[in-house]
C-alpha cells in the first residue's frame, strides 16, 4: 500500500529491531535513509535490498515534495534514522508534515527510541515528563534554560559526549547542585551506563574521565512547594 512507513531501528543492539519492521523495509519500494552508509550495514545485516536515497536535515526540505509524489504516484516508502524513531531528533517531522498536508497516510512503527529506557531507569518520576532534546549550543541557550528552571515534570535532553560536564555544570548553575539527576549513555550496548545522584555529583564522577558514546540526561523538576490555606475565622454578629 501507499504510504509513508517510519521505521525506528536499534540504538545500539541489532537485536532491538523488530520482526514487524524487518518486514515492512522488505515490502517498500525505496528506503530513506539519514546516512545511507550507516543504514547499509543495518540493511545488509538483515538481508534487505531495497533502493536507498539520503533525506538528512540538510536537504530535506528540498526533496520532501519529490518524495511525496512518488507516494501519490504509487509507492511505498520507508524513512529510518541512524538509530531510533524518525523524527524525535532527527529527520522526519518535515516529510510527515508534508505527507499530511497532501492527504498521504503516515504510519510509525513503534520501536526503540533512547530517551524512554533513559527515563526509566533514571529513578525520577516519569508519570510527567517534557523531552527537551538538544537545547541551543549558544544563541537562545541561556534564556532556554532560566525558562525551564522553574519547570517541576522530570526534564530529558540529549547531549553530546565532548560537552557533558558543560552541561551538567549550566544546569548546576540554573537548577541548583543538588538538583537530582542521571545521565545514560551507551543504551543497549555493552559499556551501558547509568550514573545517577546529585548534579555535583555527575560532574565529579565524568569530570574524572574520558566519556563515550550517545548522551541521555534526566533532570529532577523543580518541587512545588503547596502553601497551606489559612482561614480567618470572623465574628459572627
Excluded at 40 to 55: A, N, T, V
Excluded at 86 to 101: M, N, Q, R, T, W
Amino acid at each position: 500500500m501507499s504510504k509513508l512507513y517510519l521505521i525506528p531501528t536499534p540504538i545500539g543492539n541489532l537485536e532491538d529491531m523488530t520482526i514487524r519492521s524487518i518486514n515492512t523495509l522488505k515490502s517498500v519500494d525505496l528506503i530513506l535513509a539519514e546516512d545511507t552508509r550507516t543504514s547499509g550495514f543495518l540493511l545488509k545485516h538483515y538481508e534487505i535490498s531495497k533502493p536507498l536515497l539520503s533525506h538528512h536535515k540538510f536537504n530535506e526540505h528540498k526533496t520532501s515534495e519529490n518524495i511525496a509524489n512518488r507516494i501519490l504516484a504509487g509507492e511505498s516508502v520507508a524513512l529510518i534514522s541512524d538509530a531510533g524513531t524518525p523524527a524525535i531528533s532527527d529527520p522526519g517531522y518535515f516529510l510527515v508534515k508534508h505527507c499530511v498536508e497532501q492527504g498521504i497516510e503516515v504510519e510509525c512503527l513503534p520501536g526503540a527510541t533512547a530517551f524512554v529506557p533513559a527515563l526509566v531507569n533514571s529513578g525520577l518520576p516519569n508519570d510527567r515528563f517534557c523531552f527537551e532534546g538538544f537545547l541551543p549550543q549558544k544563541k537562545g541557550r541561556q534564556s532556554k534554560l532560566n525558562e525551564l528552571a522553574e519547570e517541576s515534570r522530570t526534564m530529558i535532553f540529549y547531549e553530546s559526549p565532548h560537552r557533558l560536564v558543560k552541561t551538567l555544570q549550566q544546569f548546576a548553575e540554573v537548577f541548583g547542585e543538588e538538583r537530582k539527576a542521571s545521565v545514560s549513555r551507551e543504551l543497549t550496548k555493552l559499556h551501558e551506563e547509568n550514573a545517577r545522584g546529585t548534579l555535583t555529583e555527575l560532574i565529579a564522577h565524568f569530570s574524572s574521565k574520558t566519556v563515550k558514546g550517545e548522551i541521555v540526561i534526566v533532570v529532577e523538576g523543580k518541587t512545588v512547594v503547596k502553601k497551606k490555606k489559612e482561614y480567618i475565622k470572623k465574628d459572627r454578629v
